[in-house]
């Protein structure tokens, strides 16, 4: 959604957008078994809390992706077209970039510039492959997904240079600010998430008209499922008397709360027409907020330590919503279930639209 929205925004302004098919190289059964092992150092003997391990197979891996690939892929080629060809290390993309003589390269947005998520992406996503060329630099909407620095010393000193070389810095958070001040010694300007650049209406636009005359009470997008996000959701619902409805993948930790299987997402456009009709949104996903705020659902957010706090606090500061993010259960209260002040927030995000326009139309001038 984050391709479709800047894709579609740049169209609007009179580009030619193309995605750079950058992909991560398969790894192997032994590096993944070395992988897991620290993580479970990490989180049982070091007693990290930060560390978030996912034990579902390999097999049912691939078959979620295989059954998720085959509506998303439709919405990429009939939306977000064209793009590269698919490049699996940064020699072959740096090798192969001139030939699209590209007037200017953009990167962003979610947690690209986090390490740990980045892996062997990483110095493209700081633009490395262009390799001294005149093509113009543009981060827009950047994210580092936490306040805490995850950079070695190395991987400071290579992104600080590559980032230097950048015409125009954007980020997510407002900590990103900060700590692109402090780490790599260039000022970057704070600019909403490429999602929130279109209207409702774009959006609308993509879902078919039977969908849209779908009855949604309770609408439950989470990425991560525990006892408590339950209690959550049990109380809502009981206290409007809604009907759940959920979008969301089944993991082991759900399978031992003795919760039904629930549906992988069947289209992108069924995934929108959640946000665009539910009555209450529960969610634990930073898109799963945005689309909440861009649609005008009321909603309750639960915080998710493990994956990056400073995305959703940065997120909700812009609009002045921070009340709504809990951190457990037991932080439910009446307020948090009455109704927002939509138009207040709307006018806040016309104000940030046009400043995000604004950087965009500048950095590529």
């Not at 209207?199 to 993509?206: A, F, P, V």
């Not at 289209?267 to 861009?294: M, P, Q, R, Y």
């Not at 009340?323 to 009446?334: A, K, T, V, W």
């Amino acid at each position: 959604m984050q391709a479709f929205a800047l894709v579609t925004i740049l169209k609007n302004i009179g580009h030619e957008p193309w995605l750079i098919k950058r992909e991560s190289s398969p790894v192997p059964r032994l590096k993944r078994i070395k992988i897991v092992a620290k993580q479970l150092i990490k989180k049982y003997i070091l007693r990290r809390t930060n560390i978030d391990i996912d034990f579902t197979s390999s097999h049912v891996k691939k078959r979620r992706r295989e059954i998720t690939r085959q509506h998303i892929q439709r919405f990429i080629t009939q939306y977000i077209s064209p793009h590269t060809d698919y490049y699996y290390s940064s020699d072959a993309l740096s090798r192969n970039i001139n030939k699209y003589q590209f007037d200017a390269c953009i990167v962003g947005s979610d947690q690209v510039w986090r390490p740990r998520y980045a892996a062997d992406k990483l110095q493209d996503f700081f633009l490395g492959f262009l390799n001294g060329s005149q093509t113009k630099r543009i981060a827009y909407a950047a994210s580092f997904g936490t306040e805490d620095w995850e950079f070695s010393q190395e991987q400071t000193q290579q992104c600080a240079k590559l980032l230097k070389e950048f015409d125009a810095v954007s980020v997510r958070e407002n900590s990103g600010v900060e700590l692109c001040k402090k780490k790599f010694g260039v000022a970057a300007e704070q600019v909403l998430d490429p999602t929130l650049l279109l209207q409702q209406r774009d959006y609308l636009k993509l879902i078919r008209h039977d969908d849209k005359q779908k009855l949604i009470e309770l609408f439950v997008y989470l990425i991560d499922t525990t006892a408590d996000k339950e209690a959550v959701i049990s109380n809502i619902a009981s206290h409007f008397d809604y009907t759940v409805s959920r979008i969301n993948k089944v993991t082991l930790r759900e399978e031992s709360l003795g919760l039904p299987e629930q549906p992988v997402v069947s289209s992108v456009e069924d995934w929108l027409n959640n946000f665009a009709n539910a009555k209450f949104i529960i969610t634990d996903s930073f898109h799963g907020c945005a689309f909440a705020i861009l649609f005008n659902r009321p909603f309750v957010v639960y915080a998710s330590l493990s994956r990056g706090l400073s995305r959703f606090t940065s997120l909700l500061s812009i609009f002045g919503l921070e009340d709504r993010l809990i951190y457990s259960s037991e932080e439910l209260s009446d307020k948090l279930l009455e109704d927002i002040d939509w138009e207040r927030v709307n006018a806040i995000l016309a104000e940030n639209r046009e400043q995000a326009l604004l950087f965009l139309t500048k950095a590529l001038s």
